[in-house]
């Protein structure tokens, strides 16, 4: 079977550190791969997705980016945080096909 | 703006009361998508219904779909307090990279 692994759970970062969250998924191979934001009491908002290694498609212009340096690695950075990057952060993968996606567990990430 | 609504924002129902829970978008869809996410979790696939679909079921679970409105319903009978959560529709798009674009959800209590 297939599981989705994020870590770390929660994060209190200050303003200006870097970022790195990472997402790993086991059980398949070669998935599409997603990253979203969620603020507070809000739906999800796609930032990154990827269909394939070294390959990353951005949809919001922001101060993240992402890598997906393995298969089923799948990174979200960042070089200076800002108090605005606080939220939710949840990858998950898909097979493609329909599209029917499989979420990790999040990290909770809060920028002091 | 790919993004639609939802509605109610928010419901409070009792215990084997129905629910029943909106999604309107904008823009063609290729499928529509429902999830599910207890406080502070990860999403779950509840349902998906395909654009050339009107109406499916699964379990206590009923979704129909008006793609000349443009709009769908969740409908949850005989709902449980352990149905307490927020419940988000998805828009998916196969040529966006099998993209999921979310709405910002309806958060449910039900009420024992």
């Known amino acids: 079977s297939q599981t989705i692994h994020q870590w770390p759970a929660t994060l209190v970062q200050p303003v200006g550190s870097p970022l790195s969250l990472e997402c790993t998924v086991e059980?398949?191979?070669?998935?599409?791969l997603y990253w979203y934001r969620q603020a507070a009491g809000r739906g999800l908002q796609l930032l990154f997705y990827?269909?394939?290694?070294?390959?990353i498609s951005s949809e919001v212009p922001q101060n993240l980016s992402a890598s997906r340096p393995q298969d089923r690695q799948f990174i979200l950075s960042s070089k200076k945080l800002l108090l605005s990057d606080s939220g939710f952060y949840l990858c998950?993968?898909?097979?493609?096909?329909?599209?029917?996606?499989?979420f990790g567990p999040g990290t909770r990430l809060t920028v002091t | 703006s790919q993004q639609g609504e939802e509605d109610p924002q928010a419901l409070s129902i009792q215990e084997g009361e129905n629910a029943t829970m909106n999604c309107s978008y904008k823009?063609?869809?290729?499928?529509l998508q429902w999830y599910r996410q207890n406080s502070g979790r990860g999403l779950v696939h509840l349902i998906l219904?395909?654009?050339?679909?009107r109406e499916k079921h699964s379990g206590r679970l009923r979704v129909t779909l008006d793609t000349s409105k443009k709009s769908s319903s969740l409908l949850i009978t005989a709902s449980r307090a352990a149905d307490t959560a927020s419940y988000f529709c998805?828009?998916?798009?196969?040529?966006?990279?099998?993209?999921?674009?979310f709405g910002q959800g309806t958060e449910l209590s039900v009420k024992p």
């Open positions: 823009t063609s869809i290729n499928n």
């Open positions: 998805a828009r998916f798009f196969y040529n966006q990279g099998g993209k999921l674009i």
């Open positions: 219904i395909r654009s050339n679909e």
């Open positions: 998950a993968w898909s097979w493609g096909g329909d599209g029917e996606q499989y």
């Open positions: 990827s269909v394939g290694i070294g390959q």
């Open positions: 059980g398949t191979s070669n998935p599409n």
